[in-house]
């Protein structure tokens, strides 16, 4: 699987973004999607994760409420819908992805995207 994120890119406190992650290959509707983000300093952390079927969702605490994964199978995309930002999100994005949802979760993905830039600003 290849992973493909995009969609970041510069807003104002309080703004939406949706990012995107496109994947290659067939095993994708088998394999949980999740997104994390690296702020610079920072370790990096886990943001959100989905199931293959898209029936099971997880959040990092930090962003419940704002932000939400979702998943379109037939188009091989998945979604990360942040509103409410906080410039606390400034971050780079990747998705991973693995058949595993514990693994994803977990950060030890098999899979993951080149990242995608995101800067909230005050």
């Known amino acids: 699987v290849q992973l493909q994120a995009s969609g970041g890119g510069l807003v104002q406190a309080g703004g939406s973004l949706r990012l995107s992650c496109a994947a290659s290959?067939?095993?994708?509707?088998?394999?949980?999607v999740g997104w994390f983000r690296q702020a610079p300093g920072k370790e990096r952390e886990f943001v959100a994760v989905?199931?293959?079927?898209?029936?099971?969702?997880h959040y990092a605490d930090s962003v419940k409420g704002r932000f939400t994964i979702s998943r379109d199978n037939a188009k091989n995309i998945a979604y990360l819908q942040m509103n409410s930002l906080k410039p606390e999100d400034t971050a780079l994005y990747y998705c991973a992805a693995h058949r595993s949802y514990i693994q994803v979760a977990g950060g030890s993905a098999a899979y993951w995207g080149q990242g995608t830039q995101v800067t909230v600003s005050s």
């Open positions: 989905v199931s293959g079927s898209g029936g099971q969702r």
């Open positions: 290959g067939r095993t994708f509707a088998n394999s949980a």
